[in-house]
């Protein structure tokens, strides 16, 4: 389009516009509107400007006609500028289409900052196709796209939608310390910070303050930031992640492997029915299937069987054995093959933590579970827990842990014991697997890995 110098101005004439976001104005059709945000596609027609505008409730198609899009002052406008418009909603006819089914006749509209064009354009900044590293850098940016935005959708309703289930439930959210002078997932991935002269750590997991929430609030769960000084560079795991855990009282381990199983079913289901999140799960993820009860149960002894039968290797490239810990490539392997969420269950004493109870009827393994998703594998860890002192304090035994500043903990079992047991489960891990994303670093806001704290 030819620039030309027309001042652009509102007509007084026409009814006063109501300010609105962008999703609500699917259901405005025939107002006239005012909508800010940010030019997210923009494209020069024979007599028209066409505009997507973005405002993070939703994309919203815009065109400008006549001599607004003959102005001078159109043709400065580059992606990413802000802008306020003004005009009229109409519904689509049938067979076109645009976000929400209608789109905004542009009367009138204002700059509200433009963003650069040339060497500086955004396009350039987090270019298609870029080292993730530098998108890593540009983050800030990135976060502007359509998937990884769309992925930060999801993940909120994902949130919500596990908070509603908690609430049917009756379990109480608290917020324990992030702060902790106790380890929980073994000494060698603790954060260690200064504390006023005192050695202290980023927790590894809530667990140990939700146990003794038990006895005062009953069952409860958190969500909260857990800290992992992670050698491993891998693709699932993240040196900050968020953990969502509960600990529930009274029950035992079927019971706490059928509540998983709920939690996992109605959660996805409340996801998926949400009006923004489902869409969402649907474009990211064609051909994702909600899972349905019951899950697959796969003792660890007959893992390693099945593994033995597939010819899949352990670390050290031999035939697995029973005590072998299933690391990341083997569990996958196996997942992927099996396709269906799996109740891996009965992990050996050794390869687990020091708190977990052993089974009744087989005293080299625990009453432990961990739950594979296909693409992802492990996405929660659970156990029922110790009850007896003195078992409890075998355990700190066997890893070598003193057991001192764990008095609080301890006092748990002294104090009216109760049978209890929990899990974590990894907010990234799960939205990995519901959303398919390769990489946990792509369903976290500014992940944090190895080498990785900014921006
Ligand atoms: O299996 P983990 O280490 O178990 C615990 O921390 C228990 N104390 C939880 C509990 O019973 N309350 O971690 C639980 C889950 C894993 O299944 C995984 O999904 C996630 O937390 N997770 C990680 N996610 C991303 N990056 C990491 N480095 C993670 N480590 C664990």
Known sequence: LEALNIRIEQDTSLPEARK???????????????????????????NHVFVVLRDGSGYLQAVLTGDLALAHQTSTLTLESTVTLYGTISKLPEGKVAPGGVELLVDFYEIVALAPSGEDAFTNKIAEGADPSLLLDQRHLALRGETLSGVMKVRAAFLRSIRRFYDEEAILEVTPPCMVQTQVEG??????LGYYGEEAFLTQSSQLYLETCLASLGDVYCIQESFRAEKSHTRRHLSEYTHIEAE????????LLGHLERLITKTIKYVLEDPVAGPLVKQLNPSFEAPTMPFMRLEYKDAITWLNEHDIKNEEGETFKFGDDIAEAAERKMTDTIGLPIFLTKFPVEIKSFYMKRCPDDERVTESV???MPNVGEITGGSMRIESTEELMAGFAREGISADPYYWFVDQRKYGSCPHGGYGIGTERILAWLCDRYTVRDCSLYPRFTGRCKP
């Open 248 to 255: 529930l009282c009274f029950l035992n381990f079927d019971d």
């Open 20 to 46: 609105y976001k962008v999703a609500k104005t699917y259901e405005a059709a025939g107002e006239r509107v005012k909508v800010s945000g940010w030019i997210h596609r923009l494209r020069s027609g024979k």
């Open 187 to 192: 000494g060698s991935t603790l954060f260690k």
């Open 370 to 372: 961990d739950v594979l």
